[in-house]
């Protein structure tokens, strides 16, 4: 039996739509980067509100240093975003698709 995607309408057979090698290598790359713990505390983080490097290392009780490489990883990745406010630098989810993301594999987990 396929598995179905059911998050429109019409159910979409995802073994007719399967993606090209590339897309599949950037789709296995972006899993990579749920694969470490920091980033994913991060996340959370950054689910209750935008937070700057400072912010989310003293929340963490983490090295700014040790933050900023990991938010370079998730900035890269489309995870966050920033914007500057003066001098400050402030990070946040890129969009709803992040949090969807978390909460299913959340829910994966915990089933």
Known sequence: MAAEYHHTEEPILLSEMVPGEETLYDLAELFKIFGDSTRIQILYVLLEQEMSVGDIAEKLSMNPSAISHQLRMLKQAKLIKN?????????????????????QGLEHILE
Do not use: P, W
């Open 83 to 103: 914007r500057r406010s003066g001098k400050n630098i402030f990070y946040s989810l890129a969009d709803e698709h992040v949090v969807t993301i978390m909460n």
